[in-house]
């Protein structure tokens, strides 16, 4: 089945470093891929996504560009502010077909801390 | 619009007590999602509900959890008689019919079981 693998963490950047959060992933054609966060006393919240190779999601300054050559959605920023600590997810649909974005296989996640 | 809400957000109980879980997915969503992150682990799918259907509960790690949705509105996951290794932070989602439609996440229950 599909499956991701993520950086292992913790990351501990001051702020305005650039940030990059690495995830690979194995999977049966070209599904749609995620970046979940998770803010400190919240729920998970979508980042962002792509839907199809060399689509680039971004939101709130956070970029990933999905690479079919190196099976790759690697999360980058430019710039990180404290307020961007979290935990961060990268994640996939299961099994072939991938259309149900409800049923996730994720990575173990990452926590991100950056330091005023 | 509300979010998906769970209650209790934490929940510290002892090896062989009984613990239920419970989730209000979004109004109008069909699709209820139960996953569970053991403490510094991915996240796993437990299981899928449409409407009060479960539609894949592969995910369900044994008979003790027992998932529930009654009317095809919130739902219950009870886990009797609770182990050590069921501790870690239960999550839900929901989302509406249909493929492609993203999934929205409560806040997670964390169950400590001592």
């Known amino acids: 089945g599909n499956s991701v693998t993520q950086m292992e963490g913790p990351v501990t950047l001051s702020e305005e470093a650039f940030l990059t959060i690495n995830c690979t992933y194995t999977?049966?054609?070209?599904?749609?891929l995620f970046w979940y966060v998770q803010y400190p006393g919240e729920g998970l919240q979508l980042l962002l996504k792509?839907?199809?190779?060399?689509d680039k999601g971004s939101n709130k300054g956070f970029e990933a560009t999905y690479r079919k050559e190196t099976t790759s959605f690697h999360l980058e920023k430019g710039s990180v502010q404290v307020s961007d600590s979290a935990v961060y997810f990268c994640a996939l649909p299961q099994g072939a077909g991938g259309t149900s974005y409800g049923k996730l296989t994720f990575g173990q996640g990452t926590i991100l801390t950056v330091h005023p | 619009e509300a979010g998906v809400t769970q209650f209790p957000s934490h929940s510290v109980i002892e090896k062989g007590q009984t613990v239920t879980l419970r989730c209000d997915p979004i109004s109008g969503h069909d699709n209820l999602y139960w996953y569970r992150r053991v403490m510094g682990k991915e996240i796993k799918f437990l299981l899928h509900f449409v409407k009060e259907s479960k539609q894949d509960e592969s995910g369900m790690p044994n008979n003790r959890f027992l998932a529930e949705r009654t009317g095809g509105t919130y739902s219950t996951l009870k886990v009797q008689p609770a182990e050590l290794e069921d501790s870690g932070v239960y999550f839900c989602?929901?989302?509406?019919?249909?493929?492609?439609?993203?999934?929205?996440f409560g806040q997670g229950t964390r169950l400590t079981v001592v």
């Open positions: 792509a839907t199809k190779a060399d």
């Open positions: 989602a929901s989302s509406r019919q249909g493929g492609g439609t993203e999934a929205f």
């Open positions: 999977a049966t054609g070209y599904p749609s």
